[in-house]
């Protein structure tokens, strides 16, 4: 007795779909390479960036703050490239504010048209900010707050 | 009788030298010729580009120690070597012109390079390199000035550069550079090397001189 061909092609189909379910089951969830659930949601580290906004003083002798990057300017012994915008002679073509004039006179209060060398490291007092959270509590109230 | 007397001496080298390139080769089918000498041209055209493309390389720029202890060492963690995207931009991208003409000029220039190497070491220690960075960086200068810094302009281009995603200061200055026609070189100094002392008066003195010629 000759049965058709589809038929049993079909009953075969059947049996290795449900065998291949069964052990698929047996080989327990899947298991995503992220380590986390698909419909959970998985937060980054977050990047900080750069404030660029000028700040305010928080209180009166701050060395002003910087409201750029600063990442890969040279300052050292050979060069000092935020006085390419910033030294008073370079400043009006940059549009950049000029060095406080207290920076010109040496530790014998001699004056001069260069920066005073003492003066030199911009970064030992002026730095930038980023928007990340504080390291450590601090319990400091900027002048007015 | 004059061409006996002629033929009886030897000419000069020169002579016979020309004389074997004009004659008309007897042996040789001019199919031959033709079909041989393309494949020769083939063959000195891929070598010559080759080798050429062979000392376009970062690799064969830091095969001397006066590139690989100074230059090199200051490039790492430059923009340019390290960023965000991953794209770098190595010795020659700045420092060779893309275009044929201009390369083979600034390679045969380059021999004088060979020639501090081997011969006079001008820049053979530390000391040495330093007393000369400044010339060294100035003739950069003087090139990128006057080529309207050809090499920055193959990847970085005002017309697609989009200010608003720049950092507000930036934004104004490419503005302002733009409106004033200014060129790369003028503000961007020592982005992959260290500066030397007095660099922006030197940079002034280069832009007068490129002016009054």
Known sequence: MKQPALPRVLAALALVTAAGAAFAQSAGSVQSLRGADVDETVTVNPIFHQDEQRFDRAYRQQPPLIPHTIDKYQIDLKANECLGCHEWANAPARGAPTLSMTHYVDRDGVQSETVSAGRWFCNQCHVPQVDAPELVENTFKAFGQ | ?213
Not at chain 2, 31 to 42: R, Y
Not at chain 2, 101 to 109: A, E, L, S
Not at chain 2, 156 to 163: I, K, S, T
Request: proline share 3%; net charge negative; charged share 25%.
């Open chain 2, 1 to 213: 009788m004059s061409d006996t007397y002629k033929s009886e001496q030897r000419p000069g080298l020169f002579r016979r030298i020309w004389r074997f390139i004009a004659t008309p080769s007897g042996v040789f089918s001019l199919g031959f010729l033709l079909i041989a000498g393309f494949v020769a041209g083939i063959m000195f055209w891929g070598g010559f580009h080759t080798a050429l493309e062979m000392t376009n390389t970062e690799t064969f720029c830091i095969s001397c120690h006066e590139m690989e202890d100074n230059v090199y060492a200051e490039y790492q963690g430059s923009v340019h070597q390290n960023n965000g995207s991953g794209v770098r931009a190595t010795c020659p991208d700045c420092h060779v012109p893309k275009d044929w003409g201009p390369k083979i000029v600034r390679k045969i220039k380059a021999s004088k390079e060979l020639y501090g190497h081997f011969v006079t070491k001008s820049i053979w220690t530390p000391e040495k390199f330093e007393e000369m960075r400044i010339d060294l960086a100035a003739h950069e200068w003087e090139r990128m000035k006057s080529t309207d810094s050809r090499e920055c302009r193959n990847c970085h281009n005002f017309e697609f550069m989009d200010f608003t995603v720049q950092e507000s200061r930036a934004a104004t200055s490419h503005q302002q550079a733009l409106d004033e026609g200014k060129t790369c070189i003028d503000c961007h100094q020592g982005i992959a090397h260290d500066l030397p002392a007095g660099y922006l008066e030197r940079y002034q003195q280069v832009v007068e001189k490129l002016a009054n010629e």
